[in-house]
């Protein structure tokens, strides 16, 4: 199954949630297996996001990236068009991911409450 990274980064913190929840195994088993082949592919994401800050950032004298009061990276200004061009790229980039599909009653029986929004974010990997 093809997923974007920017899929990926959506549906991950849902997956770890319902990994640090006590399900029956056969659907633990499912959500394990999916965790471990998408954070195959959030590492490469994450290493090529890097260096696009390395290559956009602000740098202090050092040379180490500047953040904000925030947390959040500052582009240099005259990088930003580059940036918001070169992080659309890098989200849009698809992946060919084995997903270990789950029942829907699976979910549905489990001891989970599960919001709309979060279904929607892992609807891929659930068959009827």
């Known amino acids: 199954m093809k997923l974007s990274n920017e899929k990926i980064l959506n549906t991950i913190n849902v997956l770890g949630n319902l990994n640090n929840t006590q399900l029956n195994i ?3 088993y499912a959500i394990s297996k999916n965790i471990n082949k998408i954070d195959i592919e959030l590492k490469t994401y994450n290493d090529e996001k890097a260096k696009l800050i390395n290559k ?3 740098k202090d004298k050092e040379g180490n990236v500047i953040s904000d009061e925030h947390g959040h990276i500052i582009i240099e200004e ?8 070169d992080i659309s790229e890098l ?26 929004a979060e279904l929607s974010m892992i609807d ?5």
């Open 26 to 28: 056969k659907l633990a």
């Open 124 to 128: 891929f990997m659930i068959e009827d």
């Open 78 to 85: 005259k990088h930003k068009e580059d940036w918001n061009n």
């Open 56 to 58: 956009y950032a602000e």
């Open 91 to 116: 989200l849009s980039i698809e992946n060919e991911i084995d997903i270990h599909k789950i029942q829907l009653d699976d979910l549905l029986n489990a001891n989970y409450n599960i919001s709309p």
